[in-house]
């Protein structure tokens, strides 16, 4: 699929929302003018395409290896899930492996109980600075508790 052909599918599935088909096209002038990174985009974009699987799917194919948003499929199993996030993790940290590396001894910390959900979170937001999309995937992965204070 092109660009194009893209382009009006987007504008076809908000036929009815003139505003949100505005803010796609925004988002994709702001990053053609070099306003805003990729990062960026895929954080705006993922929520302006939140309902629209199949939109998703067609723009990840426009997107930088590692920068997919996921779709996190509720028919699938957790592993599944996992599988598709760690796979992310990899790509976008291709060339530096302790990223990935790091980010799998802070889950194993959790897992043995080494550090709270709280902390773990904290690492991991700390690894993953710069990369929102990163760390708001893994709070999908998280038991739907609060992060504030030191709470498990």
Not at 90 to 116: A, C, W
């Amino acid at each position: 699929m092109d660009a194009l052909q893209y382009m009006k599918e987007v504008q076809c599935a908000f036929h009815d929302s003139g505003e949100k088909f505005d803010k796609f096209m925004d988002v994709m002038k702001d990053y053609k003018f070099h306003r805003i990174d990729v990062g960026i985009v895929v954080e705006k974009m993922e929520e302006i395409l939140k309902d629209h699987g199949d939109l998703i799917l067609g723009f990840n194919k426009f997107l930088p290896k590692g920068y997919e948003i996921l779709l996190l499929d509720e028919g699938e199993d957790g592993f599944g899930n996992a599988s598709k996030y760690l796979k992310k993790i990899q790509d976008r940290f291709e060339n530096k492996d302790h990223v990935y590396k790091s980010f799998l001894n802070i889950l194993l910390k959790y897992k043995n109980n080494g550090v709270t959900l709280y902390d773990t979170y904290l690492e991991v937001a700390t690894l993953f600075e710069g990369h929102r999309d990163l760390l708001r995937d893994f709070t999908k992965f998280l038991p739907s508790v609060h992060l504030r204070g030191k709470s498990t």
